[in-house]
């Protein structure tokens, strides 16, 4: 196994560890006495949460040239529509915001810094996907790469309106 191999492995390791544990955490150390409208949050954090890790398999299923029977990862194109005009890793910051719905909900210490550690392994993961986008697609992958930002779906937002605003 190669150092890249490496670090992936260890990433993806570590974050199954750090995501599990937090989850189950959550059963065990939910603070009752917490605040409600910090749970609220929380939960509309989860929802939007489901809606960036779900609809990638649904867009890429759809719009990236996927073989029959194969799954939506097998894309062949470049797909810059729906949630891919907004961000280009979903799925991670759907991961990120799954950590931080979690923090909210339960509102313990312990989960809290689990959650952080997760973040950061969820994000920390990206620039290793990209490496593998501009691999397979190239040129293409590095210009759509400077016009819809890696998970900062504020500024994403922002774009695609300024861009069908002047489209």
């Not at 929380?42 to 929802?47: D, H, M, P, R």
């Not at 939007?48 to 894309?75: D, H």
């Amino acid at each position: 196994m190669n150092m890249k191999e490496r670090n992936v492995w260890l990433i993806a390791s570590a974050l199954g560890i750090v995501a599990v544990s937090q989850i189950i955490l959550c059963f065990l150390l939910y603070n009752k006495d917490g605040l409600e409208s910090l749970r609220y949050v929380g939960w509309i954090t989860l929802a939007i949460s489901a809606v960036f890790g779900w609809m990638p398999i649904f867009t890429l299923q759809k719009k990236g040239g996927v073989p029959k029977r194969k799954s939506y990862v097998n894309t062949t194109v470049i797909v810059d529509s729906g949630i891919y005009a907004i961000v280009r890793h979903p799925q991670y910051l759907a991961g990120i915001f799954l950590s931080l719905a979690l923090i909210l909900i339960a509102q313990h210490w312990l989960i809290a810094v689990i959650g952080v550690a997760a973040m950061v392994l969820y994000y920390a993961g990206t620039p290793q996907e990209e490496k593998s986008c501009i691999e397979k697609f190239g040129d293409d992958y590095k210009l759509y790469m400077q016009i819809v930002p890696r998970t900062n779906f504020l500024v994403g937002v922002m774009r695609l309106l300024k861009r069908r605003k002047s489209g």
